[in-house]
């Protein structure tokens, strides 16, 4: 993984607005309507090459593919994995003290966003025998359009978002929740090696950690049980993956409410590295997460380490001036050192597949323009202040 030896890089989460012809022909799919399969594999790739174009036109020197064949961030994670059986009636609780605080709200919100605007609604999966990955043929197609996509624009890093073993399923097949989440962890890895054996950085997708922290039937020590399990979990899918191939992201969800009873990062960060990553990526972008670079004033980033905070938001349509997203990076480069900071966004833009996206899609490429020239502006006060 590159670090920002001679300037600050940028990067972003994964997720990306799929072009609608594109939606038009995913739609079909899930649904198990007849496609033309040469047709759509044609579009796929071109999709990827055209969303690896903007990035690289944006400024953005880590890319990925945007997730254009994926139905949701996690939610895909369910087609690869055999001893799954899908329960689209019953209801998972989410965001629990935020639709009682704020229900008319989250009514409408789930209702055009989150998973409620996706193509293909997403039904909870419960694990009924053993898992199994099975998802060789989709990864090796997005793995060989990422390849084609780097090649032809000269990318110099590449990363590939994969689902965390925190957030696939409900288990009714193993003894225990811990058996269940090692039997996910053994599966996925399959996967997240197949990323690094084809050069790629793995980005493991957790947004589900902060969910015990939010989880009020538990106390403190179940919450720090149930926390340390996931992590361990994690870890356990991570086994002999060298670290520095490894980002680990975490955050709130796509959600853009209220978000007042979602965790500070502080109350997570011992857990979070944990983690066996060389590189941490968290929202810092936002109203509610901008003050926590104070942590690492008392926070003792490990050596060889790098953090990718979010220095743009996902949660709201302004666009970052430059100047305040240099400030922004400064902040973060005092405290860590210049070399262990990588600039990205809080979040993905587009964590479900949908037509209408929270963020419209030319204002996300703004956003991310912004990105790039904010980090423009860090590097020259960063390296100038010490030539």
């Not at 022909?25 to 649904?31: E, G, T, V």
Request: hydrophobic share 40%; glycine share 6%.
């Amino acid at each position: 993984m590159k670090h920002s030896i001679d300037r600050i890089r940028t990067t972003h989460v994964g997720s990306l607005p799929r072009p609608h012809d594109l939606l038009d022909m995913l739609k079909l799919r899930l649904a198990g309507e007849p496609v033309d399969e040469a047709a759509f594999q044609a579009l796929l790739k071109r999709s990827v090459e055209d969303m690896v174009g903007k990035q690289v036109e944006a400024g953005l020197d880590t890319v990925a593919d945007g997730e254009m064949s994926k139905p949701g961030h996690a939610v895909y994670i369910n087609d690869r994995l055999s001893g799954f059986e899908a329960r689209p009636d019953t209801e998972v609780p989410i965001y629990v003290e935020e639709k009682a605080a704020f229900p008319e709200y989250y009514e409408d919100y789930f209702q055009r966003a989150m998973l409620g605007g996706a193509i293909a609604p997403s039904a909870p999966m419960f694990c009924v025998g053993a898992i199994r990955y099975v998802g060789q043929e989709a990864l090796k197609t997005d793995l060989e359009n990422l390849q084609a996509a780097v090649d032809k624009y000269g990318c110099d890093e590449a990363f590939m978002p994969s689902a965390a073993v925190t957030g696939v399923g409900f288990n009714e097949y193993y003894p225990s929740e811990e058996a269940y989440m090692f039997a996910l962890a053994d599966a996925i890895s399959e996967e997240y090696r197949a990323i690094i054996d084809a050069g790629f950085l793995l980005q493991v997708d957790d947004p589900f950690l902060p969910n015990v922290y939010m989880d009020t039937s538990l106390d403190e020590a179940a919450r720090l049980a149930k926390a340390s399990l996931y992590v361990d979990a994690v870890n356990h899918s991570l086994k002999g993956i060298p670290s520095e191939k490894v980002r680990f992201h975490t955050c709130y969800g796509i959600n853009q409410g209220p978000r007042i009873y979602e965790p500070d990062l502080p109350d997570m960060i011992d857990q979070v590295l944990r983690v066996n990553a060389g590189a941490y990526s968290f929202e810092a972008g936002n109203p509610r997460h901008e003050h926590e670079y104070h942590l690492w004033e008392n926070v003792k980033l490990p050596d060889g380490k790098l953090i990718i905070p979010g220095v743009i938001t996902h949660a709201s349509s302004v666009v970052e001036h430059p100047e305040y997203v240099a400030e922004r990076i400064v902040r973060f480069a005092e405290r860590v050192g210049r070399e262990n900071v990588i600039a990205s966004a809080d979040c993905g833009f587009s964590s479900q597949a949908m037509y209408k996206t929270e963020v419209e899609p030319r204002i996300v490429w703004a956003k991310f323009k912004a990105l790039s020239e904010g980090a423009k502006i860090a590097s020259s006060r960063l390296w100038e202040l010490v030539a």
